[in-house]
C-alpha cells in the first residue's frame, strides 16, 4: 500500500464525487503520463478502495447485515453464516449458506468454480460465489461471499469456511479465474485438489437452465430415443435425466463412424486404438470384459462424467450391451436431488422447513407407494395396512382445514 499513498488524496476525491474505479485509474493514469509511469497498479487502486470501504462500514450497516442472517436462521436452522473481523473487531468479510445450497453441495459438490466476478454492489465490495453444474447441466449455487479486499489472507480464510460449512467436504476440482493470489490460497487450503485456472466471463451464464422446469421436465416427459433397440439407450433413457441423455444418444450416433485400428485381446487388459472416420487423431483405450472396466485417453469420463463414443465402441465389440455401473454417475440420474440430505454429525438439512402442498405430496407419495407395495406380499400385510388406512383417513378428515397453505415437515 506504500505506493499508492501518493495518489491516495487523488483517489479519495475521484472517488467521493461518485467517478467509478476504471475510469479513477484512467485518469490518474493519464495525468501520470501512462500506466508505467504509475507507481500503484489497478489491483492496488482496487485493494485501496476496499480497504476504504471496510473503515467506512456503518454501524447500521454492520447491524443490518447480522439481522438478515439471525432472521435466516430464524426461519430455518441449517442457514450458516461466517464473520471475519479486524484487530478492532469490525466485520471484514462475510460467508455464508442455505439450505438449497447445503443440499446441492452435497449432490454435486464434486466439481467447482469460484467466480469472484459475479457481482460487485455499488459499495464496490465484491460479491464472490461457488457454483456448479447440477443434473440438468443447470447452475447451482453452493455458497456466497461479500470480499472487502482481495488478499491471500481473505481468500484463505474463505476456502477454510466453505468447506467448514459443508461438514469438510472438499472439492475434487475447482476452477477459478486466473489469479495467483487465488491459485496459492487454495493450493494450501485444499492440496488434494486439482485446481484450474480460467477466465469465468460469465459463459455459464448462457448454460444456466431453471432448475424447477428442467426436474418437471425430467419427471413429466419422456425423451425421443432414435436406438429404440439398443439396449444402452434403452438403459440411458430409463436412468439418466433428460439433458444427459441427448448427450449419449449423440456420442451413439458417433458409434458407427468409430472403427478399430488395433486390438490386442492376448492380455486381461484388452488394448484397443479407436480412430473416427474422417477425423484426425486416435484414442487409446483400455477394456476389461471381467470387470467390466473401460478407459480411454480422451479423459472425457473423467472430465465431462460421461462414456464417449470410443469406449461406447469398445465395449460393443466386447460384446457388452450395457453402460457399467461404475461408469453412471448418480450426479447425472434422474431424481438424484434430495430436498433432504443427513450431515456427517447426524443433524438433517431441509432446503425448506415450509414447504408446500405440491412438495409434501411429492414426498408423501414414494412412502405411500411403498407401503401399499408391501402390503400385497401378504393377505396379513393387507389387513393391516387396509385397517390402519381406514383409520388414519377419518383421523384425517377430523383435522381443521384452517392452516396456511404451506405447512412444516415433521421427520
Not at 8 to 26: Q, Y
Not at 58 to 74: D, N, V, W
Request: glycine share 4%.
Amino acid at each position: 500500500m506504500e505506493t499508492i499513498k501518493c495518489n491516495a488524496a487523488e483517489i479519495d476525491l475521484t472517488d467521493d464525487s461518485g467517478i467509478r474505479p476504471k475510469s479513477i485509474f484512467d485518469y490518474i493514469s493519464k495525468q501520470a503520463g501512462g500506466t508505467e509511469n504509475l507507481g500503484p497498479t489497478r489491483q492496488d487502486q482496487k485493494n485501496y478502495l476496499r480497504t476504504k470501504r471496510q473503515c467506512d462500514l456503518s454501524y447500521g450497516e454492520a447491524s443490518s447485515l447480522l439481522m438478515y442472517f439471525e432472521k435466516q436462521t430464524r426461519i430455518n436452522a441449517s442457514c450458516t453464516y461466517t464473520l471475519q473481523l479486524d484487530g478492532e473487531e469490525k466485520i471484514t468479510n462475510t460467508f455464508w449458506v442455505d439450505p438449497k445450497m447445503l443440499i446441492d453441495y452435497t449432490h454435486f459438490g464434486d466439481v467447482i468454480s469460484f467466480d469472484t466476478t459475479f457481482c460487485t454492489n455499488k459499495e464496490y465490495r465484491p460479491y464472490s460465489v461457488f457454483v456448479g453444474f447440477n443434473h440438468h447441466r443447470g447452475i447451482s449455487i453452493f455458497g456466497a461471499a461479500l470480499l472487502y479486499d482481495e488478499t491471500s489472507e481473505s481468500f484463505k480464510w474463505l476456502f477454510e469456511a466453505f468447506p467448514e460449512a459443508h461438514g469438510q467436504k472438499k472439492p475434487l476440482t475447482v476452477f477459478t479465474d486466473q489469479d495467483s493470489t487465488i491459485g496459492n490460497a487454495i493450493s494450501e487450503v485444499f492440496p488434494d485438489t486439482w485446481h484450474v485456472f480460467k477466465h469465468f466471463e460469465r459463459v455459464v451464464n448462457d448454460k444456466c437452465y431453471n432448475e424447477l422446469k428442467a426436474e418437471f421436465d425430467a419427471r413429466n416427459k419422456i425423451s425421443r430415443n432414435i436406438f429404440p433397440m439398443s439396449p444402452v439407450m434403452r438403459q440411458a433413457l430409463e436412468v439418466y435425466t433428460p439433458i444427459i441423455f441427448e448427450q449419449i444418444q449423440d456420442e451413439h450416433l458417433w458409434i458407427s463412424t468409430c472403427y478399430i485400428k488395433y486390438r490386442d485381446k492376448s492380455v486381461t487388459d484388452r488394448k484397443y486404438i479407436v480412430a473416427i472416420v474422417d477425423k484426425e487423431g486416435d484414442f487409446n483405450v483400455t477394456c476389461n470384459p471381467s470387470g467390466p472396466t473401460i478407459a480411454c485417453s480422451c479423459r472425457r469420463f473423467e472430465t465431462f462424467g460421461i462414456l464417449y463414443c470410443h469406449a461406447l465402441k469398445i465395449l460393443d465389440d466386447n460384446n457388452i450391451k450395457f453402460i457399467p455401473a461404475t461408469y453412471v454417475l448418480r450426479r447425472w440420474t434422474r431424481g438424484t436431488r434430495n430436498m433432504i440430505v443427513d450431515q456427517t454429525n447426524e443433524s438433517r438439512i431441509e432446503e425448506d422447513v415450509n414447504l408446500d402442498c405440491t412438495q409434501c405430496y411429492r414426498l408423501l407419495c414414494p412412502i405411500l407407494v411403498m407401503i401399499a407395495s408391501e402390503a400385497l406380499n401378504s393377505i396379513e400385510g393387507y389387513a393391516l395396512v387396509n385397517t390402519v388406512a381406514k383409520d388414519l383417513l377419518a383421523q384425517l378428515q377430523n383435522i381443521v382445514v384452517d392452516a396456511p397453505l404451506h405447512v412444516s415437515l415433521i421427520s
